[in-house]
């Protein structure tokens, strides 16, 4: 067995550089998770597309939980997650065919044309369409960043290289929130703006996928072997590539045995990583961070803030959040996967019930909401739930996944993977604003409940990949586990 310390690597400006380009797919992400709880609480934007909402939020008496339970207008968010959804499986075909640099490149493409219409909609459906090719761009570029960021980096900083992606993702949202900050006060077509504006990581992703190189697991994987060892040269910055080489080869030719990549996938034996790689994806959702996130702003506004003040308190939100993810960028290789998750755990526990046992005890459906001291405490105890979450579920869930499959199911399993973040993002957006009209302050222990599941599933059954090379995960990690091993066909 290769040894991973046998892999010889040194860090170029290219590979950063490559890095930094594809991980603008994050950025793209993020910035469209930003916008839209902001877009949705712009006046111009709901008396255009949504003047029943508009009504009910001037409403004397409005009741501070429903105010904006529209399904219409949670289409308008969640539109984008179920186009995802679809995108992604049909991107793990253009993964395995054509290589993660074209589906990169697609995503852009997508991403800028739903930029372009969504941003100039001058009706209910335009809007619709425009969200849904951003899906498409979002499914396209969640597919092939992660694994593009997992397959380029030197093992002992592949947890670090790959949470470049969430990193990016979270600088995403915090620009958006800047944006919508600025942009309110845009009247009437500040919303516009906002929207539009989602094609600025577009065009940067557009010129990373003409400048990276392909990474060289795909090149390998679909024959090019003399390509693939330059390629593998030249993003290690070293001659003595063999060992890797070889590795990669080995597990190529496996791959390029499996006709039928999802058929391979339903296997006993493929079921380990695809559980937790699914898994990890839903308890992602169920920590309650979009909804969070998502709706920042209009939680702010429930709480007691006013437009501009929901706005600022949503920039501070995403500060926190960009500079949380560094902490996991620095911790991942050094003290592993599991602590990461399993410290959040406790922590993202206790904010989710006490945001929700101050709500409880002190908003009341149409009363006149918190003290200021109270909603400045809500404010707070919602940045340390997000600190948590940046270190942990949030890079991991995309890192854990990206990382754990054999070539031979890599890029049909991430789909899954994928495609469960997106399922359950699209719930979540679509019925979390209904959740919060019917359950109240209620919806937060609902998501702590949630939170004690996850805890449980990663002391169990969640077994530590770091430092260990890609390519040996079934030999080293899934064979060696106490419970997946049974799995495990010899």
Not at 4 to 21: H, P, Q, R
Not at 226 to 240: F, N, P, Q, T, Y
Not at 438 to 455: E, K, N, P, Q, T
């Amino acid at each position: 067995m290769v040894e991973s310390e046998d892999f010889k690597s040194k860090i170029t400006v290219y590979v950063v550089v490559c890095w930094i380009l594809a991980a603008f797919g994050g950025l793209m992400f993020g910035y469209d998770i930003g916008i839209s709880g902001g877009v949705t609480a712009m006046d111009d934007f709901l008396i255009k597309f949504f003047p029943e909402v508009y009504k009910r939020k001037l409403h004397a008496r409005e009741d501070n939980y429903c105010k904006y339970d529209n399904q219409i207008l949670q289409l308008f968010t969640s539109s984008l997650y179920l186009a995802a959804l679809f995108a992604s499986f049909v991107a793990s075909k253009v993964c395995t065919k054509f290589g993660r640099k074209p589906t990169i490149l697609v995503a852009s493409s997508f991403f800028l044309a739903g930029a372009g219409i969504s941003s100039g909609a001058l009706n209910i459906w335009m809007l619709i369409i425009g969200r849904i090719l951003l899906g498409i761009g979002v499914g396209f570029g969640n597919e092939a960043v992660p694994l593009f960021l997992s397959e380029i980096a030197p093992v002992q900083h592949r947890g670090a290289v790959n949470i470049l992606f969430q990193l990016f993702v979270t600088i995403g949202i915090f620009f958006a929130n800047l944006v919508n900050y600025g942009t309110a006060k845009l009247h009437p077509h500040g919303w516009r703006v906002s929207l539009a504006l989602a094609g600025v990581p577009a065009i940067f992703l557009f010129i990373g996928s003409i400048v990276i190189t392909e990474t060289p697991t795909s090149l390998i994987e679909r024959g090019n072997e003399v390509a693939g060892h330059k390629a593998l040269k030249k993003i290690r910055g070293v001659e003595d590539v063999n060992a890797e080489y070889e590795q990669i080869k080995l597990a190529s030719d496996i791959a390029r045995q499996v006709k039928h990549p999802f058929k391979e996938l339903m296997k006993r034996s493929s079921m380990p990583p695809l559980i937790i790689g699914v898994l990890l994806q839903v308890f992602q959702q169920f920590t309650g961070i979009n909804a969070i996130m998502f709706y920042a702003p209009v939680l702010f506004q429930t709480v007691g803030f006013k437009n501009d003040a929901s706005l600022l308190s949503s920039v501070i939100t995403g500060t926190v959040n960009v500079f949380s993810t560094l902490v996991s960028i620095y911790a991942v290789d050094k003290v592993g996967r599991r602590k990461l998750l399993l410290q959040a755990c406790v922590q993202m526990f206790i904010s989710q019930s006490t945001i929700g046992g101050m709500l409880l005890v002190h908003l009341k459906a149409t009363s006149n909401t918190l003290t200021t001291t109270q909603a400045g405490f809500v404010v707070f105890l919602v940045c340390l739930f997000v600190m948590a979450f940046a270190w942990s579920w949030g890079p991991l869930g995309w890192l854990i996944p990206s990382e754990t499959f054999p070539l031979e199911t890599r890029t049909a399993g991430f789909a899954f993977a994928v495609s469960s973040n997106m399922f359950f993002t699209f719930l979540i957006a679509q019925a979390f604003l209904s959740m919060m009209c019917h359950m109240r302050a209620y919806i937060f222990f609902f998501f702590a409940g949630w939170i004690l599941v996850m805890g449980l599933f990663a002391l169990f059954l969640l077994p530590e990949t770091k430092g260990v090379p890609i390519d040996v995960m079934v030999e080293r990690v899934w064979k060696k586990h106490p419970f997946w091993k049974r799995f495990m066909d010899d």
